[in-house]
């Protein structure tokens, strides 16, 4: 493939424009290297022109069937686009080409989290979180899907460790509150919690809210 570190330095300085007419030329003289879609696929979808960048993946797609990387792209392009079940069948189809790494595993949890299919998404966000376990925003999806499981104790040791990874993480903080009061019903400890989040960030609204809640329940209590 010609100019590809050229082509790298021109999407990193986002010149997509010139970009892609490098890669052009590239299809023009390889028509059957399929790198070259889905770099335009996704200079595409970067600059949202979101039906061309479609049509690149999907050109991906049928010059080379057994490249996990054009099935993965084309779910990235649906998943922003909100289209999460037609993400769903693509990211599988990724994975069982041999893309079967961190990322996909993750993406394909978000959607079925966002689908409302915590069950179905939990194997692959823990997948996700063995594979590449330094990962902050990997390891609290995980600790997420747990807590909208019910899964409190397997929850809390999972925000615990993303903790360790990102003490500063409000929205690990918050959670964590949430899932040790389910378990123990202690509201005085979740308070604290709450009250960490907000000492970092003062505008972390479910904290500030949460706050309120617990306060009057220690009164009443």
Do not use: W
Not at 102 to 115: I, K, P, V
Not at 149 to 175: C, G, P, R
Not at 192 to 212: C, M, R, T, W
């Amino acid at each position: 493939m010609h100019n590809e570190k050229k082509i790298l330095e021109l999407i990193e300085s986002k010149k997509f424009d010139q970009a892609l007419s490098l890669l052009f030329e590239n299809i023009e003289e390889d028509p059957n290297e399929v790198t070259n879609y889905i770099n335009a696929g996704t200079i595409l979808s970067e600059a949202n022109e979101t039906e061309r960048a479609e049509k690149f993946f999907q050109k991906a797609i049928t010059v080379n069937e057994d490249h996990g990387g054009a099935y993965y792209s084309l779910a990235n392009l649906y998943y922003n686009e909100q289209r999460f079940e037609e993400a769903v069948k693509l990211y599988q189809i990724a994975i069982q080409k041999g893309l079967n790494d961190a990322d996909t595993n993750f993406m394909l949890g978000m959607c079925f989290n966002e689908l409302g299919a915590h069950t179905e998404a939990l194997p692959f966000v823990m997948r996700a979180s063995e594979l590449n376990p330094e990962d902050v925003e990997i390891g609290f999806q995980y600790g997420l899907t747990l807590c909208q499981l019910e899964m409190f104790e397997e929850a809390i040791k999972q925000l615990e460790i993303v903790l360790t990874h990102d003490s500063q993480h409000v929205d690990a903080l918050y959670n964590l509150g949430l899932a040790k009061y389910m378990l123990n019903e202690d509201p005085k400890e979740a308070l604290n919690y709450f009250e960490k989040a907000v000492e970092i960030q003062p505008d972390h609204l479910l904290s500030g809210h949460a706050i309120k809640m617990f306060e009057q329940l220690i009164e009443e209590g």
